[in-house]
């Protein structure tokens, strides 16, 4: 599966930016798509999942400002990132992440996009 993301750039403080991401095919009816970051610096860490099934994982850092979303129907391998409240400390590269559960587990990483918030 590759990963295609999109969405990043340069905002200021306080301003929004909405990642998308899509796979290059199909992927797996059990599955969990997410986005992780990596400030520089700073090892990759996790910024939100969401499984198949719409169960969400987020990290504290971003509860209440980002929202994990994913399509439906023919969109259904498409996962968003709604980012509200931009602060520079969210300032990073940011990896699209699929996971597929169809026996043992796949994981596949997209080659991320850059969100650069400025103070």
């Known amino acids: 599966v590759q990963l295609q993301a999109c969405g990043g750039g340069l905002v200021q403080t306080g301003g929004s930016l909405r990642l998308s991401c899509t796979a290059s095919r199909g992927i797996a009816s059990r599955n969990r798509m997410g986005w992780y970051r990596r400030a520089p610096g700073k090892q990759r860490e996790l910024v939100a999942t969401i499984t198949n099934d719409g169960i969400t994982n987020d990290a504290e850092s971003v509860k209440g400002r980002f929202t994990i979303s994913r399509g439906y129907g023919k969109s259904k391998d498409t996962v968003y990132l709604q980012m509200n409240t931009l602060k520079p400390e969210d300032t990073a590269v940011y990896y699209c992440?699929?996971?597929?559960?169809?026996?043992?587990?796949?994981?596949?990483w997209g080659k991320g996009t850059l969100v650069t918030v400025s103070s």
């Open positions: 992440n699929v996971v597929e559960y169809t026996g043992w587990r796949r994981e596949y």
